[in-house]
């Protein structure tokens, strides 16, 4: 007997969930309407199998604790793969694997795997309901957190199924934890059939399909099909004490401060500023009918970093976990708080750590796991856009590339044009850190903070984004930013946080045309008194050492840059090869 559902009618969609289910061959099939009556009972549910544990409801109001395999606790980029018919349209930094043997593979691990549990059908939008930029998708998963978790991140339920009617345009997403076993465990992008295929784990980036996997892995590939741009990118909102709004976009890898950005306070010297949250990690952006570029969030919530968010470094992310929030892998007090390292206050005496054992404090354990997370409805943001929702999104007047360097970067620096905006993304970098590496100063590229994230080749990648310039008759202006360069001394020259707010004023000044700025041999970078340091105790000559460039630096920068571009071989975009030889020979 075919499956039916009182929530659709779509033949496409009952028919793909039949065959799958015939694959998993679960207990029984559940759809999901994202009602708040199915978020109850699921999580009642949840809770009566150890899935999710009660926090004390008086301090974390409708919020509760997961804790996860200790094997299952973060992305696995070594088994995650582009599945595309030849390895070159994937490109050498992506994991390849032909489709037909991908699908070989994974249908051998699906068979039978859902046995004895539930297939819930879990349809999505990514984008705002209604929205040419926003996209559909279906996950099947025997999941009930990553079923809880998509009811935050996405506009989840019967809005979906309404959205996609008869249509067959979606994204089709298969995801079973089995048995959590990193030996059998795949994560499998298919960007030919939109299909997205993963297995053996419960962790967000791997099991959140409509996160990492489609809105930039697949989404960057509909992209550069469709003439769009998917990008790991903030977007957010200043208003001027005369009501003037600005948006940016803002491109940062880990550990380099973006959800603090994406959320910050100006400093008391800007009253009468305003900061909004249109978004924290994600931006879709296509050419409006201005010849502009807009963008749109396409989460609906926040999957974010608890170690090291703080009232200091985040105090509006802290109010917006503050309620209804997920919290995976982070410790708990004996009166049922969480705790994580960087919390403020003092550190508790005991706790029970994030595997679920007995934590005392002065161990050399980490209470928390490093990548504990919170999964928050953006709604709770107290700065939240009122465009976020918006199907037509905002309008981008600058975009901002940020890496964590201690040298070399300046502060700030605005591109001479597209081409060359282009290429300051394509050679962004962070420096690695002891903790995660053993070695401090590494290097290690990340263009555009997408190196993880694009769903095809990097080159073909760069190539597309040199293409926008002619797409775009009024594109926004880039620069790229430097929190964390160092002095002499080995402290930080400029304070971050906050403070980030009168860079950003500078960069709003140069997209309007308001403020001038000096040039280099690499850039745009501010004047002497351009940056407003009122009400800061920082000497001019402090700025002036986190703006400066560095000959010699730059030469070794440079030399390695090639080194970055010489992998993709003769497919690298000769624009921006021409670009680093141009800057190179500045330099003699």
């Known amino acids: 007997m075919p499956l039916t559902s009182n929530l659709t009618t779509n033949k496409h969609l009952l028919g793909w969930v039949e065959e799958m289910a015939a694959l998993c061959q679960p207990d029984s099939v559940v759809f999901c ?24 409801q008086e301090k974390h109001p409708g919020s509760y604790l997961h804790r996860s395999n200790p094997n299952d606790v973060a992305r696995v980029e070594h088994l995650t793969f582009i599945c595309t018919p030849t390895k070159d349209e994937a490109g050498p930094t992506n994991n390849w694997m032909a489709p037909a043997d991908a699908y070989l593979k994974l249908r051998g691990l699906f068979e039978g795997s859902m046995k004895g549990r539930t297939m819930y059908v879990v349809p999505y939008v990514m984008g705002p309901l209604g929205s040419e930029h926003s996209k559909i998708g279906i996950e099947l998963t025997d999941s ?27 994204n089709r997403g298969l995801h079973c934890t089995g048995d959590v076993n ?11 059939d939109n299909t997205i295929w993963s297995f053996g784990s419960g962790y967000g980036g791997n099991a959140l399909l409509g996160k990492k996997c489609l809105a930039l892995r697949i989404g960057s590939y509909l ?46 010297r800007f009253a009468g500023w305003r900061v909004y949250t249109v978004g924290d990690d994600i931006a879709w952006l296509r050419v409006g009918e201005d010849g502009r570029l807009w963008a749109v969030n396409p989460e609906a919530g926040y999957f974010g970093v608890a170690p090291g968010t703080n009232m200091k470094s985040n105090p509006n992310a802290m109010k917006t976990i503050a309620k209804n929030t997920i919290f995976t892998n982070v410790a708990v007090t004996k009166n049922g708080e969480v ?12 706790l029970t750590d994030w595997k679920g054992q007995p934590w005392k404090k002065g161990s050399t354990e980490k209470a928390a796991h490093p990548n504990s997370r919170f999964t928050a409805p953006a709604a709770n943001n107290p700065i939240l856009s009122a465009h976020v ?26 591109s001479f044009n597209w081409a060359h905006g282009v290429y300051l993304g394509s050679t962004m970098a962070s420096e690695t850190t002891a903790a995660a590496t053993g070695a401090t100063g590494v290097v290690r590229r990340d263009p555009m903070a997408m190196l993880p994230f694009t769903g095809y080749n990097v080159a073909d990648y760069f190539a597309h984004w040199l293409k926008m310039q002619k797409a775009v008759p009024y594109p926004p202006k880039i620069f790229m930013v430097n929190w964390f360069r160092k002095g002499t001394d080995g402290k930080f020259l400029w304070p971050g946080y906050g403070d980030n707010m009168r860079v950003l004023k500078w960069i709003i000044d140069r997209a309007h045309g308001k403020v001038g700025a000096q040039e280099t041999l690499f850039g745009w970078v501010p004047k002497q008194g351009h940056i407003d340091l009122s009400g800061l105790e920082i000497a001019p000559e ?14 070794i920068e440079l030399e390695s840059q090639k080194t970055f571009f010489d992998q993709f071989g003769e497919r690298m975009p000769r624009t921006l090869e021409l670009i680093r030889q141009q800057l190179l020979s500045r330099l003699s």
Not at 151 to 163: E, S, V
């Open 182 to 192: 990193p030996e059998r465990r795949y994560i499998c992008h298919f960007p030919q």
């Open 144 to 170: 009930v957190y990553v079923t809880l978790n998509m009811g935050i991140m996405t506009r989840m339920g019967k809005p979906a199924l309404d959205m996609l009617a008869d249509s067959n345009e979606f």
């Open 339 to 350: 705790w994580w390292e960087g919390l403020d206050g003092e550190v508790p005496e005991e």
């Open 542 to 555: 402090i700025v002036d050492a986190a703006t400066h460039i560095d000959d010699n630096e730059w030469k």
């Open 223 to 268: 992209g550069r099909d469709e003439g769009w741009l998917a990008e790991h990118m903030l977007i957010l909102g200043v208003e001027d004490p005369d009501g003037n709004k600005t948006y940016v976009a803002a491109a940062f890898p880990s550990a380099c401060g973006k959800t603090n950005f994406a959320m910050m306070i100006p400093p008391k």
């Open 33 to 56: 309407d994202g009602s708040e009556a199915e978020t109850k009972r699921l999580t009642e549910y949840a809770v009566s199998k150890g899935i999710l544990i009660p926090l004390n």
């Open 389 to 414: 929702n918006d199907p037509r999104g905002v309008p981008i007047s600058a975009v901002i590339f940020g890496g964590r360097r201690s040298n070399t970067i300046p502060l700030v620096m605005q």
